[in-house]
């Protein structure tokens, strides 16, 4: 890939020239990724960002034990591991390449040799970071707002809605439209252009979907 497909993906070379971005660019190194390898585990030290080139890596979330949920998924122009890039702290989550992938990583090193010599590029570049980190934490509100206006209170606990239920684990029951029930553990509350879906875990490890306006009633078992 030539540097100038990987400044048109992504969005943290907006408002660079060619030969600024080739600053930062020169201050990257590449890695290459097998399908199912990890880019970092979560709680690894970290102090690294990705800029994706190719492929696509999925962002996942432990809840409990060997239960992951999957909190979003990237391709190229897209970067991910900023926020330890910002502040130096431990991964929130963990990254995993679902195909074989390419990366551009800027440690926070390199980075600041960019500082030193040009800091108009390097602080352009940050702007341009704020702006990727507020758009997500936009996107993060406006899900939680809906999954809150959305809770669905369970019969004999009216404090649990579920977020709740999907972070415990809990055995439910959901009761749905046309007489017809399912049984399992919630593990995660998706969002979709057609609207909500609740994915459920069967007794026999079988993942099921079930849309949310389906749901009459949601028993704890």
Request: glycine letters at 6%; charged letters at 25%; one cysteine or more.
């Amino acid at each position: 890939m030539n540097d100038e497909d990987r400044l048109n993906r992504s969005h943290l070379f907006a408002g660079l020239s060619s030969d600024e971005a080739q600053v930062v660019l020169r201050a990257c190194e590449e890695r290459n990724l097998n399908a199912g390898e990890e880019l970092f585990h979560e709680n690894d030290a970290g102090d690294s960002l990705f800029i994706v080139q190719s492929g696509r890596v999925d962002i996942f979330k432990n809840i409990r034990g060997e239960v992951d949920r999957s909190l979003a998924s990237f391709g190229p122009g897209d970067v991910i591991g900023e926020m330890s890039f910002i502040d130096g702290a431990r991964r929130s989550a963990t990254a995993r390449t679902t195909e074989s992938s390419e990366f551009l990583v800027l440690s926070r090193q390199n980075f600041a040799r960019v500082q030193e010599e040009r800091p108009d590029i390097a602080a352009a570049f940050f702007r341009n970071m704020a702006g990727i980190v507020a758009a997500r934490l936009r996107t993060t509100n406006e899900l939680y707002r809906e999954a809150v206006a959305f809770g669905i209170e369970a019969t004999g606990a009216h404090t649990l809605n579920l977020k709740t239920m999907a972070e415990d684990l809990r055995q439910v029951t959901l009761h749905l439209s046309g007489d017809t029930s399912v049984s399992g553990r919630i593990l995660q509350m998706d969002h979709h252009a057609a609207g909500y879906t609740v994915v459920l875990k069967l007794e026999d490890d079988k993942l099921t979907v079930v849309p949310y306006h389906a749901i009459q009633r949601i028993d704890l078992n």
